[in-house]
């Protein structure tokens, strides 16, 4: 069955140093995306892609970057991380047009910034 | 930026009770999702919606896409305990996938 995996699960780093979250799909879809989700905040979206080599900032971009060097991953970087970027990340994707638009989303990514 | 206003935020209700729970907005959207979180897991898709007025079922669930494209509503008939979760709604403006979400509805049944 086609799915979307995120890893790892959860994730403890120190401050100032550089963390990435991977997400890899097997849906073949053109569309990926990464969300973090806060209490208070629902999901905010980071990063979005349309395509290899498309990426596009989203609402809380900043202090994230991500490549898309292939279909079936979207990795997330954390250039240099911060206790503000202490979150659950969620990865998703998406069927590029037409009706089909839901978006299927991973388990989630719990980031610990100490 | 875009925003969906999610309401309730937070529903106590007893098992076997009916929920009601929706989402507007001030901008028009082509298609209204429902999702549910369960503690720990991603946002698993409930029910799509493509068209002004739209009224779709998935067993005792249903919702709508309002006719003015710019709210939409979801029903939980007869509640039952595996209901409990976060339900968020999600818009979408145009035919590419960048989905707006609501702030997410917590829902908790009394068995």
């Known amino acids: 069955d086609a799915e979307i995996t995120q890893s790892p699960r959860h994730k403890i780093t120190e401050t100032g140093r550089q963390v990435t979250l991977a997400c890899h799909q097997t849906?073949?879809?053109?569309?990926m995306f990464w969300y973090r989700q806060d209490l208070g905040h629902g999901l905010r979206l980071i990063h979005y892609?349309?395509?290899?080599?498309?990426?596009n900032k989203g609402e809380v971009s900043d202090g994230y970057s991500v490549s898309r060097s292939n279909t079936e991953d979207l990795p997330l970087t954390l250039e240099s991380a911060a206790s503000s970027q202490t979150s659950v990340y969620f990865c998703?994707?998406?069927?590029?047009?037409?009706?089909?638009?839901?978006?299927?989303f991973g388990q989630g990514t719990r980031l610990t910034v100490v | 930026g875009q925003q969906l206003n999610q309401s309730p935020q937070s529903m106590f209700i007893q098992e076997g009770e009916d929920v009601s729970m929706n989402c507007t907005s001030s901008?028009?959207?082509?298609?209204w999702l429902w999702y549910k979180q369960d503690p720990g897991e991603g946002p698993v898709l409930l029910i799509a919606?493509?068209?002004?007025?739209e009224l779709t079922s998935n067993g005792r669930l249903t919702a709508q896409f309002g006719i003015t494209r710019k709210d939409s509503f979801l029903n939980i008939s007869a509640s039952i305990p595996s209901d409990v979760g976060i339900y968020f709604c999600?818009?979408?403006?145009?035919?590419?996938?960048?989905?707006?979400f609501g702030k997410g509805t917590k829902l908790s049944v009394k068995p």
């Open positions: 998703a994707s998406s069927e590029s047009t037409g009706m089909n638009t839901e978006a299927f």
């Open positions: 849906w073949n879809h053109n569309n």
């Open positions: 892609s349309y395509g290899v080599q498309d990426t």
């Open positions: 901008s028009i959207f082509n298609t």
């Open positions: 919606l493509y068209k002004a007025g």
């Open positions: 999600a818009g979408l403006r145009g035919s590419q996938g960048n989905l707006i």
